[in-house]
C-alpha cells in the first residue's frame, strides 16, 4: 500500500517549504507517490517537481473560486497511476508535514481503510451567499467539507466517476464559487458513503485569525501563539497530519522539531493487530522464500548425498 501526496500549485508554481518536503518524504519513500497539477509548465523551476508533474492532459483550467477540476484531474491520475496508492492527501504549495514520518506511516497503517474528511452542515446562508450553488439544491444537500483532506481509494474513485458521469448536481455545484469547499461532501453523501469516512481534521488551519474573507490566517513568523496554535492542534486533533497556510518564511527549525518528534504509542485494536499481523506474515514469508532461493543448490547437494548414502546403507 501506498500515499499519494496530491499537490496543486500555481502563481510561482513552488512549494513554499520543498527542502522539508523531501527530507520527510525521504524517510517513507518506498510508501509514497508524489504529483504535482500546475497551470504552466514552463513556469515550474524545481526539477524535483517537474519530476512528478503530471502529464498536461490532466492538466484543468483552475481560478481561485474554481478548482474543483484540479482536484478530480489530479486524483484520477493518481487513481490510474500507481494501483497500489490507497490513501490520496490532498495539498497545496502552502502546506507542510507536522508529524514525523513515523508518526506519520503508523496513522496510514492503522486507517487506510478510512478518509480522513471533515464535513458538516453548511455553516452559511446558502441563500446569501451563492457558494457552490446550495439553494439550489435540496435542504439534504447543503453540506460544507474542509477544502483539503485524504480520501481513501474506493471514495478517490468514486469521486472521479461521478464526476466523468456529467451529473447534473455535480455540475450545477461546480458552476458555484468556492465549490471545493462542498462538493466532495455532497458526492459522497449521494453515494451512501459520506457515514463511513472519519469526520476529522486533516490539515491544521486557523480560521480565526483570517489572513482575507475567504483566507485562513498564514503562519509566517513562528511567535510564540503560532507554536502553542499547532501544539493544541495536535494534542486535540489526532489525525492532524498538515499544517496550511505556511509562508516560505516561517521558521525551519520550528517545523523541524514538529516534524521529529517521536510517534505516540499505538493503541492496539483488532484492526490494527490484523493489519500488523498481516505485514508481519508477509514478512516472514518473504524471509523465508529468499533463504529458500539461497540456499535451494545446497539443499540439492544434500539430498542427493542423503541418497547415495541412504543406497549405501542398505546395501
Known sequence: MKVAL???????????????????????AGMINVYFHYKDYSKIKS????????????????????????????LSYAHHHDPKNQWFCMLTDACVPIISPQHFRQLFLQYFDYSIFSWKKAWWNVYLQKRANLHRLTEEFHLGNDPWFVLKREDAFACVRFALSCNVMYNRVCEGGLANESVFAIILHGLKLLGNVKNEISHATDWEKMSSPTSPYVFKHGTASDIQFINTFLETHKYAMFLRKVDPSFPDDILTEFIRRPAPTIVYTSATDS????????????????WLIVMYPLLVMLGLWGCSFLGWWLL
Open 275 to 290: 493489519v500488523y499481523f498481516t505485514l508481519f506474515l508477509s514478512a516472514i514469508c518473504t524471509s523465508f522464500l529468499c
Open 6 to 28: 496530491c499537490f496543486i500549485i500555481s502563481y510561482d508554481h513552488s512549494l513554499n517549504k520543498e527542502h522539508i518536503w523531501r527530507e520527510w518524504i525521504e524517510a517513507n
Open 47 to 74: 526539477a524535483w517537481i517537474k519530476d512528478h508533474a503530471i502529464p498536461t492532459k490532466y492538466i484543468a483550467e483552475t481560478t481561485y473560486y474554481h478548482v474543483v477540476p484540479a482536484y478530480m484531474n489530479l
